[in-house]
């Protein structure tokens, strides 16, 4: 793909040897859109004649007027199958399909043939193949003879069989190359007709280019990796890290074997495209191969058990994407329509679009592991005005993808012009070719829908180079963002054919696009606001959305300032804010609200986390006081950049002071005490409430009742008599203690009989007794002073005889 498009001109055969490689793979996998399907005819059609009379085909010609489309719709006839789609000479065309006899009469002498037509000179004229319902002799051509004709015999009411007509291309009456119409139909008689007619024909086209032109096509495809939001804000605590909680099982369907974006990837790695990825996609799928929570009925969480089913798909990809240009959206493919339309006049909505292109270029580059261009903005199905172009270029992006019945061609213009289109102010549109763009859409589950799709989109491709043979153009096919499963093997079956056998094309990134030699006739003015198609404009996110989206982002700002760890909350938010704008939403405006609800509400959910803890009334005595506040934080982190504040209802009775800080621990709670001084008695009313460092409001007020009750001078009369009397006893109990210890022990022997026979032993005695104020034989109650309440008794002489001193 880099060699043909650094070489504009240079024949094809480098680039088909370079895929042919692959063509196995692909063609397995669009199988069922190209195979044809065996001849089945009933055992009345083996018993017909083998031949028609001759005045059976001389009443065909003398027919009446063509009938009308009801009458030649009374058989259906089906073209399920063309291979090979852009046939060369010494090949064998096949044509397979289905007729059906939808009438309640049978049909006669019934026979199919190949019917080829004139060449389609224009792209109008191969857009109205599919405009006749009914035959139209001269335009639809005669049978092709005995080679491309199948005599059927009889065909009995609501009967059907298959066919397949084979003939060589040689004989296709093909004088130049061009597209050419190829037709088949089914002919005879009904039970109550006098003349067989044609009864029903289908149109294929087909291109035909025997050898390559002098000029081959420049064609750039956009093979879109594209998503709806699966994730959601939440987020659960795991061993290691926090474990994303998914919507539903969606994207596990789509990326299991057989699901959407998985034959994306798997069709397109042998494909020469470009490829336009959400980055919101990679990051969910990354998230999955590791643990992940689904959302189930009734809001149950159950564990994600696709893992492998994920890094298989990010395996895969990661190769078929390895030599290709790879095209970053902004993350979650925001709606730049409705940022244009609506958001505009919602402050901070444009602000998303930055922080989303530089989160989309750093997920591609850790997921993927290649470097992705950012320089591309693709508006929803290529529709431009100028606040559009405005708002897709203010993130950076110099590249705007539109489309061709969006900036309309002038109508003297005719030939299909280069895609690249300078516009002004340093901005190129790309407009990609509208036709090619819209083939692949409907049902193509339906082969006979596909095998249209895919002859159309290889006719168009082929008129295109014809229309000026000796001048290289280049051109850009942008589908639908989503395409399914049979439309994106249609897209590559067509691709494939072109690749292989297309000799009018030769396949470049949109890069080299974007850096081609602008058409100076094609149109280069963006359409005013009024051309926006009102269709569109009904899908597109109000204003009420991006109000919504502001609310929740000023919430979590908020939020953010109080975190010890603020990027655990920060990244799951912001991610899904961005999702709240995607393109999808368009589709479901109320599963969009449920969305940004559900994000809202469990923001709210978080910070209902930090919050005080109701109190009751209380009563306070004296000047001074504090009053105890708890915080509680149900969070698994710190909180902090807090402060407590209350309010008095009377600033006279209660001064509250100056505002706390607050600082509290993950799964804690915290008290703060507040000093209060009394000023008056009587009952208040505080409220205390919580503030960011910023004086934003945190959470609910709590409002609680104080009772003040100042202390009186009687009741200070009353403490201090008390007290003085204290300390008078005190003092009492302290002099007689004093006295006591200066006496002699009341147990020691006497003095007297110690000293017995000593001369002057008696007077010694009777000198010391006297000023203890009593003697040992002294009777009645010991002395006050005596701690001991000792008697005369208990001290006796030890003769018995007992001495009693007068005092």
Known sequence: ?????????????????????????????????????????????????????????????????????????????????????APGKGDTVTISGRVGNRTSSDITEARLALRPGAQLTTRSAIDRTDSHAAYVPGVDGEELGDEGTVKIGDLPSGAGFSFTLSVPADKLPFDEPGVYQLGVSLSGRMADEAYGRVLGIERAVLPWQPSAPEQATQLTFLWPLISSPHITARTESGDRQRVPVFEDDALEAEIASGGRLQQMVALGRELPVTWVVDP?????????????????????????????????????????????????????DPDLASLAHRGKKVSGALSHLGPATELGQMTVETTLLTQPSTDFAWPVEGAVDPSIVSVATSAGAHNVIARSDSM??????????????????????????????????????RADNSTQAVQRFLAHTQSITAQQPGRQRSIVVAPQRMPTVSQAQAMAA?????????????????????????????????????????????????TESFEEIRAIRTTLEDFKSILSEPARVQTPFNSALLRSMSVSWR??????????????????????????????????????????????????????NLEL???????????????????????????????????????????????????????????????????????????????????????RMYTQRKRIGDRPDPDAPLERERQAGEPGASDASEGAAEPRGGSAGETGAGQAGDPAGNTGAGRRDPSGAGEKVER
């Open 645 to 731: 504040r209350l309010v008095s209802g009377r600033r006279i009775g209660l001064d509250v002071g100056e505002a706390q800080p607050v600082t509290v621990e993950g799964g804690h709670s915290q008290s703060v005490k507040v000093p209060t001084t009394a000023k008056a008695n009587g009952r208040t009313w505080v409220e205390a409430r919580l503030y960011t460092e910023d004086g934003d409001p945190w959470g609910d007020p709590m409002r609680f009742q104080v009772e003040v009750t100042e202390i009186t001078s009687a009741v200070m009369l009353v403490i201090s008599g008390g007290v003085l009397l204290v300390v008078l006893a005190g003092v």
């Open 1 to 85: 793909m880099a060699e043909t498009a650094q070489t504009p001109g240079t024949p094809i055969a480098p680039v088909r040897r370079r895929w042919a490689a692959r063509r196995t793979a692909v063609l397995a996998a669009s199988l069922p859109l190209l195979a044809g399907v065996a001849v089945q005819i009933p055992a009345e059609a083996a018993a017909a004649p083998a031949a028609l009379p001759a005045s059976s085909a001389s009443s065909l010609r003398a027919a009446p007027a063509a009938p009308t489309a009801d009458e030649s719709r009374e058989v259906s006839v089906s073209i399920t199958g063309l291979t090979p789609s």
């Open 280 to 332: 919101d996609l990679l990051a969910s799928v990354e998230a999955m191969t590791g643990n992940y929570k689904v959302l189930a009925e009734g809001g149950r969480e159950i564990a994600g058990k696709s893992q492998a089913d994920a890094r298989k798909w990010l395996h895969e990809l990661r190769q078929a994407v390895e030599d290709a240009e790879v095209v970053a959206l902004p993350f979650g």
């Open 587 to 640: 589709h479901d405006h109320e599963a969009a609200a449920e969305y940004r609800d559900s994000v809202g509400g469990y923001l709210e959910e978080l910070t209902g986390g930090v919050r005080l803890i109701e109190k009751s009334d209380m009563k306070l005595s004296g000047r001074s006081a504090t009053i105890p506040v708890t915080v509680q934080n149900n969070l698994l982190q710190d909180v902090e």
């Open 494 to 542: 067509a691709l494939d054919t072109l690749q292989l056998d297309g000799r009018w094309v030769e396949f470049m990134s949109l890069t080299e696009a974007a850096e081609a030699d602008p058409d100076p006739q094609a149109s280069r003015k963006v359409p005013g606001r009024s051309s926006y198609p009102d269709s569109l404009r009904k899908r597109e996110l109000r």
């Open 408 to 445: 309309r061609e002038p109508d003297s213009l005719n030939h299909t012009p280069t895609a690249v289109r300078p516009v002004g102010g340093g901005t190129t549109a790309i407009v990609a070719d509208a036709r090619l763009s819209k083939l692949f859409q409907g049902d193509l589950t």
